[in-house]
C-alpha cells in the first residue's frame, strides 16, 4: 500500500511511521517533498492519504485513492460529495479529545474565576475583593453545582462532563436520537436546543461543522441566553457572528470563551483579528487562539490514534473511525 504523507511532519512522525513500518515493510510512505516527481504524479499511485486537505481536482487525478487518514477531527474543508462519489474512505482522528476537553474546562475557569481581568487589573496596582471593600456580587464565580449544557457528546463533550463531575456539577447534554440509557457522567438528555439552551448556566460547544450546525447558536438564541456563559471549541460558525457581538453589547450573556474563531490568518496575513467585530473589548470574553488540539499531549495523541487507525486498516480493511458523508463527523 503507498500512503501519501500530506501533513505537516514532526520528528513524533518520524517516530511512528518507522513503528509502522517495522510492522508493515510492505507499506511505502510517500513523502512529496523527497521526490522529484510532480505532485500529480504522486497522486496517481496513492492508495491512501495522510492529511486532512485535498480539493476535488487532486481527486480526479487520485485514481487509486481508497482511504484518508485526517489526523484530527474536523473534515468539514473536505469535498464530502466527491468523496462519497468515488467510495473514499475519510477516518478522522479522535485522540486530542480529552485535551481539548482540559483546555474547554480551563476557559470556563478562567472566565467564571475572572482570571483575566484580575491578573491585568492587579499589573496596574487595581485590586478586587475584601482589601478594597469590593462586594462579594462582583467578585468571581463558582462552577461548582452549576448547571451545565454541552452540544455535542463526543470525545470533547464526554471528557468534559468526566472533568466537571467533580464539581458536582449537573450535566445536561444535547442528543438528536432519542437513547433508552443516561451516559456516565450525565444528569439529563435533551433532544431540544432551545430546552438546554434555557435550563442550563454553562454552555459548552464541541459540535463540529456541518449544514446543520452552522450557526446553530444564531442570533435569535444568543439574545434568549441572559446570565449564561458560553464556551466553544468545536467551530466558530457555530455561533452567529454579528449577534454574539451584540449579545455581549447588551449585556445579554455574563461570559464568552472562544478558541475557534470566524477568521484566520493565512501564510500572506499573519497578523489578522479573529474576529470583524471587537469582542475582545468586553472584560468578561476570553480569546484563546485555536490550541485546544495542538500541545505536545494533544498532537502526539492524535498522531498515536492516526497510526493506530492505519494499522487496524491494514490488518482488517477497517479504520478506528469512519466518517459518515452525510453527517460530515
Known amino acids: ?14 517516530k511512528k511511521i518507522n513503528e509502522l513500518k517495522n510492522h ?67 477516518s478522522n482522528a479522535h485522540g486530542n479529545g480529552k485535551y481539548v476537553a482540559e483546555r474547554a474546562v480551563a476557559l470556563a475557569l478562567s472566565l467564571l474565576g475572572k482570571v483575566v481581568p484580575f491578573h491585568n487589573d492587579l499589573k496596574k496596582g487595581r485590586w478586587h475583593g475584601f482589601t478594597v471593600g469590593e462586594s462579594i456580587f462582583d467578585s ?60 442550563s448556566e454553562i454552555i459548552f460547544l464541541t459540535l463540529p461543522l456541518t449544514e446543520k450546525t452552522y450557526e446553530i447558536i444564531n442570533e435569535k438564541r444568543l439574545m434568549t441566553m441572559k446570565d449564561k456563559y458560553l464556551i466553544n471549541v468545536g467551530r466558530g460558525r457555530l455561533i452567529h457572528e454579528e449577534g454574539l457581538y451584540h449579545a455581549l453589547q447588551k449585556n445579554i450573556l455574563k461570559g464568552v470563551a472562544l478558541d475557534v474563531w470566524f477568521n484566520y490568518p493565512s501564510s500572506d ?31 502526539t495523541a492524535g498522531i498515536d490514534y492516526t497510526i493506530e487507525s492505519i494499522k487496524n486498516y491494514l490488518k482488517s480493511g477497517v479504520p478506528l473511525s469512519i466518517v459518515d458523508y452525510n453527517k460530515k463527523y
Open 269 to 299: 496575513n499573519k497578523n489578522i483579528m479573529p474576529s470583524k467585530f471587537p469582542i475582545w473589548e468586553f472584560d468578561n470574553v476570553i480569546l484563546s487562539p485555536h490550541v485546544g488540539g495542538y500541545s505536545y499531549h494533544a498532537t
Open 140 to 199: 468571581w464565580i463558582s462552577i461548582q453545582g452549576m448547571k451545565v449544557g454541552i452540544l455535542g457528546f463526543g470525545a470533547i463533550g464526554q471528557n468534559i462532563a468526566k472533568f466537571l463531575k467533580c464539581f458536582d456539577t449537573h450535566i445536561y447534554i444535547l442528543k438528536n436520537t432519542k437513547i433508552n440509557y443516561l451516559p456516565k457522567n450525565v444528569d439529563k438528555v435533551y433532544y431540544n436546543i432551545d430546552d438546554i439552551l434555557k435550563d
Open 1 to 14: 500500500m503507498k500512503l501519501l504523507f500530506l501533513h505537516k511532519y514532526n520528528s513524533y512522525w518520524d
Open 24 to 90: 508493515f515493510p510492505e507499506i511505502e510512505i510517500i513523502f512529496p517533498e523527497k521526490h522529484k516527481k510532480a505532485n500529480d504524479e504522486l497522486l496517481k499511485i496513492a492508495d491512501g492519504i495522510i492529511g486532512g486537505f485535498i480539493n476535488e481536482k487532486e481527486l480526479e487525478i487520485a485514481k487509486n485513492l481508497k482511504i484518508i487518514f485526517v489526523p484530527f477531527a474536523g473534515v468539514e474543508q473536505l469535498p464530502m460529495e466527491k468523496l462519497k462519489e468515488k467510495k473514499v474512505i475519510i
